[in-house]
């Protein structure tokens, strides 16, 4: 059974300021839950994390969330998160990219702020649960336990971005848009007929904190900027960058070469190196991927026991990919893909499935590929 039917609770919503959130927090007020609203103030210059329908946490979402909650009839708080979200979130983004890693910022806030900062906060001050407008369920079993799963409508499931919630943080969460077959069309249409003002307003794009989309230039602000090479898988020099941190693994386009590959096939990023300022490149058929080990697993529940057969998810936006996967010393995730996978890149998450059960996630560290050495 699904969270929205047991007992009322003292539910705190986290209201950014869109209409999934919005329409979240008013789901649970009229499922009879004691519903206060929260916006989190995660920038500490509130202009500068949205530009037009990309990213958020500007004064005017606070104002959205305020009068969407005005709407609904809950109380309204502005939390400022600013520096927990600088420190967790946005510096582990520019060090990982530094270190030649690819992250994932939203796992990270999940993990940190909505279901660390947030939740914490919310149960020292009474609260049951903590509300977001994600698109997953949360599953109450007979014996109490509580299990994660894909939302209904696979369209826009964002259950890989919650891979990183442990037991205690799935007892204290609810996704009341997680269990309901609509379109994001229907979604906005709710909105309208209850009122909210936010129906109509563009969703946030890319990285919340990068509101201009510029990856490469945001990092290039904080890290500078340091002249490399662009070799093959040889070694000869085939261009130069300005930033080893500005590309991929999988990256086919902004690459630069000066001169064509001799069989003349378009030529994709296979590594990134820190050490030396280094990227290779090479042929998409050495991109396959054939194995990987992970790091710092976090389960949805128990740990699971000795080798399993699940399904893996190694992308917000990706499909799902057979693979086997045994965790190793407690600590160590090794993952074997049934057919080999490209585009996968050390510092990604990868998220198992059992069917539509979250298993956990743990981070890359290391990839296998079936062309080239170890990643």
Same mark, same amino acid.
């Given at each position: ?59 005017? @979402? =606070?104002? !959205?969330?305020?009068?969407? *909650? +005005?709407?609904?009839?809950?109380? /309204?708080?502005?939390?400022? #998160? ?120 563009? @969703? =946030?794009? !890319?990285?919340?904190?990068? *509101? +201009?989309?510029?990856?490469?230039? /945001?990092?290039?602000?904080? #890290? ?129 499935? +059992? ?21």
């Amino acid at each position: 059974m699904t969270e929205t039917s047991q007992r009322p609770l003292r539910v705190l919503a986290a209201m950014s300021g869109g209409v999934d959130s919005a329409v979240a927090a008013a789901r649970a007020a009229e499922a009879g839950h004691d519903v206060t609203g929260v916006h989190l103030a995660l920038s500490a210059n509130p202009q500068s994390f949205r530009t037009g329908a990309r990213g958020c946490c500007t004064i005017e @979402d =606070s104002r !959205d969330a305020r009068r969407a *909650a +005005d709407v609904i009839g809950i109380p /309204f708080y502005v939390w400022d #998160l600013a520096e927990r979200f600088r420190e967790d979130v946005v510096e582990d983004f520019i060090a990982e990219y530094e270190a030649g890693r690819t992250p994932n910022p939203c796992l990270r806030c999940n993990e940190k702020i909505k279901f660390a900062a947030l939740l914490d906060k919310a149960l020292a001050l009474g609260f049951d649960a903590v509300c977001t407008g994600h698109y997953a369920t949360v599953v109450l079993k007979d014996d109490g336990s509580r299990e994660l799963h894909r939302a209904s409508d696979m369209a826009k499931d964002q259950s890989y971005v919650l891979g990183v919630l442990d037991e205690r943080q799935l007892a204290h969460a609810m996704f009341p848009l997680g269990d309901t077959l609509t379109t994001k069309d229907e979604i906005r249409a709710e909105a309208e007929r209850r009122g909210l003002a936010v129906a109509k307003k563009p @969703d =946030s794009h !890319d990285i919340c904190f990068i *509101a +201009d989309g510029d990856t490469q230039g /945001f990092l290039a602000d904080r #890290l500078g900027t340091a002249e490399g090479d662009i070799v093959d898988e040889s070694g000869k020099k085939l261009g130069s960058h300005e930033g080893a941190f500005g590309f991929t693994i999988g990256q086919r386009k902004g690459l630069r070469i000066g001169h064509p590959a001799p069989d003349g096939k378009p030529r994709y990023v296979l590594d990134i190196s820190p050490v030396n300022n280094t990227v290779t490149v090479g042929p998409v058929e050495a991109l396959d991927v054939t194995a990987l080990t992970a790091i710092k697993p976090r389960w949805c529940g128990a740990a699971p026991e000795g080798p399993g057969t699940y399904t893996a998810q190694l992308r917000a936006h990706g499909g799902e990919t057979e693979v086997t996967a045994e965790l190793v010393d407690g600590s160590e995730l090794r993952v074997t893909f049934t057919e080999p996978v490209r585009g996968v890149a050390p510092g990604q998450a990868v998220v198992l499935y +059992d069917g539509t059960r979250v298993v956990g996630s743990a981070t890359i560290a290391t990839t296998t590929r079936r062309a080239t050495a170890v990643a």
